[in-house]
């Protein structure tokens, strides 16, 4: 399988059950990491089961967008397809860290490879919908996937839990004041933020329309946020995705 560049192209996971978040989310990550449509391939994981004898020679990176659920729900909450999900993603990542193969997870990635690296992804240290200011560590700087990104930066989260103990395998990169863990690395090639990179005014204000009853802010303050959404600066989080892209393209 090769893109329209030429390339084997990046296979984007989602697990957005609402077509509009949906849709937008792959807008993002297009727009993000300056991919064309033919660059990425996108698999609806809430609706179509990951083949357990996914080809990954077939793709030069692995990409898991956010989502409705969250790890740390409690097992009798959970619904059926969450479980179904959580199963498949646990058995992607195996392999993953196997082969040291390239994969990048926002937001939903953070509980996803946290929790399958031991680590404790807890309600403690989330964060409302809106603008957090992220730092680099000192690892992070030296991490290719930071190449170019200021050591502070702005960045769209909006996330019920998040990592309040980092897996003993794992490289801090980025953190916030009001989050501990925004960016860790396993390995040499699997990462994952909390913040979003794919994220500009425009997703984060679809997002806010789609999920203003979901339970991540008051429903009354839904117009402030987007308006807040639209005086961020946040140009600096995509440097992340186009880092990834240029770094694991083949």
Do not use: W
């Amino acid at each position: 399988m090769t893109s329209a560049s030429g390339s084997r192209p990046f296979l984007l996971i989602s697990t957005r059950d609402d077509p509009q978040a949906a849709e937008d989310e792959v807008r993002g990550f297009l727009a993000a990491a300056d991919l064309s449509p033919g660059d990425l391939v996108v698999h609806a994981l809430d609706a179509t089961p990951l083949p357990a004898d996914l080809d990954l020679d077939a793709y030069s990176g692995i990409l898991l967008g956010g989502g409705p659920f969250n790890s740390s729900d409690h097992p009798a909450r959970k619904s059926t397809t969450q479980v179904r999900v959580e199963a498949e993603l646990a058995a992607l990542l195996d392999r993953l860290l196997e082969l040291d193969f390239p994969f990048l997870g926002a937001c939903y990635g953070v509980g996803t490879l946290g929790v399958h690296q031991g680590g404790t992804v807890d309600r403690t240290y989330g964060e409302p919908v809106g603008t957090a200011h992220i730092e680099l560590t000192e690892a992070g700087i030296l991490d290719p996937i930071a190449a170019g990104l200021p050591r502070d930066f702005d960045a769209f989260v909006g996330h019920k839990e998040a990592i309040s103990e980092l897996p003993g395998n794992a490289v801090l990169l980025a953190t916030s004041a009001t989050c501990p863990v925004q960016m860790f690395r396993i390995g040499t090639n699997l990462y994952a933020t909390q913040f979003h990179p794919e994220l500009d005014a425009d997703g984060l204000a679809t997002r806010i329309e789609v999920y203003r009853d979901a339970g991540y802010f008051p429903p009354e303050i839904a117009g402030e946020l987007t308006e807040l959404a639209h005086a961020a600066d946040v140009s600096h989080a995509a440097t992340v995705l186009r880092n990834f892209v240029r770094r694991y393209r083949r």
